[in-house]
């Protein structure tokens, strides 16, 4: 099933380009095997994204290969099991976490590439700038020591009807093509996961973290 899906998702996708730019599909691999994982590898998938930094780091030496992303909720006392480890850290959402990324990557030497996670519907139940303070706050931290800013990340909320989620999505793409005019590092608008990726893609998302669309069923007898 892992396989066929793979074929089927980046077939989809192939030369699908979204606003003129492709489009990265990153396997979310929460409480999934490295079997699993290795399988989505040699299917085809070519960047892995972890929720958490146990996971992470448990796994690690036991996948084949892959980009590796961090896309789940950080920790400021992990951050250090990341860096040199990550190519894209997805979920900056706080300026104590972009101290932390910076500080850290200075000791090692190393730039670390981060995406600007946005609230974009002020959720209480998840983290991130709210979208009226996102380009402030990617201002303050485009230039710190040891962090290249390289786009943005949001998650659209679960409820709300199509129109709603839309005009949610564009005002993402508004703040992506704002940075990106005097920014030539952002590349990246990470949003959509399994069940809503398809409207992102419409509205401009040209990173999207899929996981029950590859694997199907999460099993959290493995988280």
Not at 93 to 111: C, G, M, N, T, Y
């Amino acid at each position: 099933m892992i396989e066929e899906n793979v074929k089927e998702l980046l077939s989809s996708l192939a030369g699908r380009n979204c606003f003129g730019e492709k489009i990265t599909l990153v396997a979310a691999v929460k409480t999934r095997t490295p079997e699993e994982i290795n399988r989505a590898i040699r299917a085809g998938i070519t960047d892995i994204g972890d929720n958490k930094v146990q996971e992470f780091t448990q796994k690690y030496d036991l996948i084949e290969g892959g980009n590796r992303h961090f896309i789940g909720h950080l920790q400021r006392n992990k951050v250090k099991y990341l860096i040199g480890k990550t190519c894209l850290i997805h979920s900056v959402d706080r300026d104590e976490l972009f101290e932390e990324i910076s500080s850290q990557s200075e000791k090692k030497a190393l730039v670390t590439d981060v995406l600007l996670q946005v609230n974009i519907s002020n959720e209480e139940s998840k983290g991130g700038y709210p979208l009226e303070e996102a380009l402030s706050a990617y201002k303050k931290w485009r230039f710190a020591p040891g962090i290249r800013i390289r786009g943005f990340m949001g998650m659209l909320p679960a409820e709300g009807t199509e129109e709603y989620l839309r005009s949610l999505a564009l005002e993402m793409r508004s703040l992506y093509e704002e940075a990106k005019r005097e920014n030539q590092d952002i590349s990246y608008l990470s949003m959509g996961m399994s069940g809503d990726y398809e409207l992102c893609l419409t509205c401009g998302a040209n990173m999207i973290r899929l996981g029950t669309a590859i694997f199907g069923e999460r099993n959290y007898q493995n988280s």
